[in-house]
């Protein structure tokens, strides 16, 4: 490779966009943040009907191939108010909500306003309720604390708050000296910005690439239909998206993990062996593995008609739709696996 990877830069990305709140639903904040990025590196882009964006960089065949990183996260949405004046929620996308119980969120009504609030069990009060410790946290247990002096339903309809008003909640970033990174949404925002890298990487040095490339980011791979479309000329695509650890696969946080099936099925056969035997051969740390329960925008693709060679790889994160955390080191696994695949 010409340059070294430029993990700050990456990582301020990474920085940024997790701090624009964005659920499956409600991306058109970060997508803007994305768009301020492209503009800045200059390839040409656009956005489609449903809020993808999708960037085009030019390469030396007539082939078109694709990268994919989903920018939307999981989160919550207002299903009532309730006459004591909380809220009560649905999910967005699969997130563990045991590990929200205590998270502090935001609001946003229709009407452009932002609140801030807690979410928290229906037996909050350890010195008050006998099934504190036990209740189990799921939607009809849970509620939205919100931070203003509401008692009621009519309380709180008076702020503008309604039922379908999205529930965000803080991605808690932290980035330690060690390395590691920890931050809910890591699924799949720190794709996006190893994807933003690569392309400032193929600008900044004039790398030759070997196809016509679409990078695209999608909006709703958290409900299922992120790229259930996408541009007709794409013959071969790779959603990066993170990698499964736990139980007994392979991956650790500082591998890219390259996906050989998941619940939606094996990936293209011929594009998996590629990408692992330029893994192998170009000494990177790396897993195979199947993911017992996970689907991707490839599926999505896959499920909707396209003729496409498709796979996922990604940087392995651990603790995936709960508190998440990977390392440095599967970034820069994942960089180089992704350029490597474009170039050679
Ligand atoms: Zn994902």
């Not at 205590?102 to 009060?125: D, F, M």
């Not at 039922?163 to 970033?173: A, N, R």
Request: with cysteine; aromatic share 8%.
């Amino acid at each position: 490779m010409k340059a070294d990877f430029d993990k700050q830069y990456i990582l301020k990305v990474l920085k940024d966009i997790l701090a624009v709140d964005s659920p499956a639903g409600f991306t058109k904040n970060v997508v803007e943040k994305l768009v301020e990025y492209v503009k800045e590196i200059g390839f040409p882009y656009e956005i489609t009907n449903k809020g993808n964006l999708i960037v085009s960089v030019p390469g030396e065949s007539d082939k078109t191939i694709g990268l994919a990183a989903h920018v939307d996260t999981l989160g919550l949405i207002v299903r009532g108010l309730k006459s004591d004046g909380s809220l009560s929620f649905m999910k967005v996308g699969g997130a563990i909500l045991n590990t929200l119980d205590g998270e502090y969120c935001n609001i946003y009504t229709r009407c452009g306003k932002k609140y801030t609030g807690t979410i928290l069990s229906n037996s909050p009060a350890g010195h008050v309720f006998m099934d504190a410790h036990t209740l189990a946290r799921d939607e009809d247990n849970m509620h939205i604390r919100l931070d203003e002096k509401v008692n009621s339903k009519e309380d709180v309809q008076k702020l503008g708050i309604n039922s379908g008003d999205f529930i965000c909640y803080e991605p808690k970033t932290v980035i330690t000296d060690s390395g590691f990174i920890k931050s809910r949404f890591l699924d799949d925002k720190l794709s996006v910005a190893i994807l933003i890298g690569v392309m400032k990487y193929i600008k900044d040095e004039g790398i030759k690439i070997n196809h016509n490339l679409k990078m695209i980011f999608p909006c709703h791979e958290e409900v299922g239909h992120g790229m259930s479309c996408m541009p007709e000329e794409i013959s071969e695509i790779i959603a990066v998206d993170m990698g499964c650890i736990g139980l007994d696969l392979n991956c650790s946080e500082y591998d890219v993990s390259i996906c050989a099936k998941d619940s939606s099925g094996p990936y293209d056969y011929e594009l998996v062996t590629r990408l692992a035997n330029l893994a192998k051969d170009n000494n990177l740390s790396y897993a195979v593995d199947i993911y017992p329960r996970y689907g991707s925008d490839i599926s999505a693709a896959l499920r909707a008609g396209y003729d496409i060679k498709g796979c996922v790889i990604g940087p392995g994160v651990a603790a995936s739709h709960g508190m998440e955390r990977t390392h440095i080191e599967s970034v820069e696994n994942t960089f180089k696996l992704i350029v490597l695949y474009l170039t050679r």
